[in-house]
């Protein structure tokens, strides 16, 4: 059965909700196919100490600021999942869960989404999946022979599974820097390694700050000024009170990359070595994208191009919250908000033509 409706947006993660919420606003029809049987999208699946980089005000989805959460100046994770559901209901929006994309084909004046439940036919598609779905493992020599446990950060729960055990977090980015720190407060022989010394944002910037950075640096790059260099311009790390104490309790000293693993730990260019029991790459992401393989629009890097939102060879196409290509922060919830009320006025623009 083959359903049929203005704009199909794929994922039902932050991203998606915004862009429903404003293809509402617009009158624009539209439904949103969510893989995942319940709402929050990736925030669900994080470790239990994560916190939020922004006070709950400055992590908010348009129309609808994010309550406070007692005691705490940083949310949760479960927090920002039960503020995405409430989110959902608030303002009625058409999620359709446990359906599963698999592609997306050009149909004649129409774009054809396939899935796991039938087919839609659409004017228009969003494709909201994030990245969460696509964690990026180095190629590191020795990788494969190491015989101890590898994980990544979609796998990491908390650190009462690697007490008494000696760890590697790998990365310097927020994600490496909370990991290392909750494995850091609860005791674990811990090894931090990074690509460069860790940069810390001052203490007194947060999500609120990245923002403007981010948005400052498109408005320059469009305009054809100096780069501005952005959120990378300020650090890498924001330093959220537990990377903060365990900072300044001396429990985080990053050591340089290793040059490669052995099957028992790692060892570095000097000839040092370290055995250990399992490496936590916290190496990041790629974007969850093979649902648009069909199209046909990835370059000879593999990248997308667009302009905005929208993907420059398939006007009928855009690409919401995969990071700063596809809008100014739009991979956070305070930064999705603006390019997805963008994608809707092109949309409205292109079905009312």
Same mark, same amino acid.
């Given at each position: 059965?083959?359903r049929?409706?203005?704009v199909?947006?794929?994922g039902?993660?932050?991203?998606?909700?915004?862009?429903?919420?404003?293809?509402?606003?617009?009158?624009?029809?539209?439904?949103?196919?969510?893989?995942?049987?319940?709402?929050?999208?990736?925030?669900?699946?994080?470790?239990?100490?994560?916190?939020?980089f922004?006070?709950?005000a400055?992590?908010?989805l348009?129309?609808?600021?994010?309550?406070?959460?007692?005691g705490?100046v940083?949310p949760?994770?479960?927090h920002?999942?039960?503020?995405?559901?409430?989110?959902?209901?608030?303002?009625?929006?058409p999620?359709?869960?446990?359906v599963?994309?698999s592609?997306?084909?050009?149909d004649?004046?129409h774009?054809?989404?396939?899935?796991?439940?039938?087919d839609?036919r659409?004017?228009?598609?969003?494709?909201?999946?994030?990245?969460?779905t696509?964690?990026?493992?180095?190629?590191v020599?020795g990788?494969?022979?190491?015989?101890?446990?590898?994980?990544?950060?979609?796998?990491?729960?908390?650190?009462a599974?690697f007490?008494?055990?000696?760890?590697?977090?790998?990365?310097?980015?927020?994600?490496?820097?909370?990991i290392?720190?909750?494995?850091?407060?609860?005791?674990?022989?811990?090894?931090?390694?990074?690509?460069r010394?860790?940069?810390?944002?001052?203490?007194?910037?947060?999500? @609120? &700050?990245?923002? #403007? %950075?981010?948005?400052?640096?498109? *408005?320059?790059?469009?305009?054809?000024s !100096?780069? +501005? =260099?952005?959120?990378?311009?300020?650090?890498?790390?924001?330093?959220?009170?537990?990377? @903060? &104490?365990?900072? #300044? %309790?001396?429990?985080l000293h990053? *050591?340089?990359?290793?040059?490669?693993? !052995?099957p +028992? =730990?790692?060892?570095?260019a000097?000839?040092?070595t370290?055995?250990v029991d399992?490496?936590?790459?916290?190496t990041?992401?790629?974007?969850?994208?093979?649902?648009?393989?069909?199209?046909r629009?990835?370059?000879?890097?593999?990248?997308?191009?667009?302009?905005?939102t929208?993907?420059?060879?398939?006007?009928?196409?855009?690409l919401?919250?995969?990071?700063?290509?596809?809008?100014?922060a739009?991979?956070?919830?305070?930064g999705?908000g603006r390019?997805?009320?963008?994608?809707?006025?092109?949309i409205?623009?292109?079905?009312?033509?």
């Amino acid at each position: 059965m083959t359903r049929s409706t203005g704009v199909v947006v794929i994922g039902g993660g932050q991203s998606g909700l915004a862009a429903g919420y404003h293809l509402r606003r617009s009158g624009i029809e539209h439904v949103i196919l969510d893989a995942q049987t319940a709402p929050g999208g990736a925030w669900q699946h994080t470790w239990e100490s994560l916190r939020l980089f922004s006070p709950a005000a400055y992590s908010s989805l348009p129309g609808r600021f994010m309550p406070a959460q007692d005691g705490q100046v940083y949310p949760d994770a479960a927090h920002a999942v039960s503020y995405l559901a409430d989110y959902e209901k608030r303002y009625e929006l058409p999620v359709q869960r446990g359906v599963r994309v698999s592609a997306v084909r050009r149909d004649g004046g129409h774009l054809r989404v396939e899935t796991d439940s039938g087919d839609w036919r659409a004017r228009a598609v969003i494709s909201a999946t994030g990245t969460w779905t696509r964690p990026f493992l180095p190629a590191v020599p020795g990788r494969r022979d190491f015989r101890g446990r590898q994980l990544h950060t979609v796998q990491y729960v908390s650190p009462a599974e690697f007490v008494g055990r000696r760890v590697i977090v790998v990365g310097g980015g927020n994600s490496g820097a909370q990991i290392a720190a909750d494995l850091a407060h609860a005791g674990t022989d811990l090894t931090w390694v990074t690509q460069r010394p860790p940069r810390y944002l001052p203490d007194d910037i947060d999500g @609120r &700050a990245l923002f #403007d %950075a981010a948005t400052a640096r498109r *408005k320059a790059l469009d305009a054809g000024s !100096t780069d +501005t =260099g952005g959120v990378a311009h300020l650090g890498d790390i924001v330093a959220v009170p537990p990377v @903060r &104490a365990a900072r #300044d %309790a001396g429990l985080l000293h990053a *050591k340089p990359m290793f040059t490669r693993l !052995t099957p +028992t =730990g790692a060892e570095w260019a000097d000839g040092t070595t370290v055995e250990v029991d399992a490496v936590m790459w916290c190496t990041g992401f790629r974007p969850a994208l093979a649902h648009l393989a069909a199209l046909r629009l990835r370059g000879a890097r593999g990248h997308i191009a667009t302009v905005g939102t929208r993907a420059v060879d398939e006007p009928r196409l855009h690409l919401l919250g995969y990071g700063d290509w596809t809008g100014p922060a739009s991979a956070t919830l305070i930064g999705v908000g603006r390019p997805a009320r963008d994608a809707a006025r092109e949309i409205a623009g292109l079905l009312g033509s």
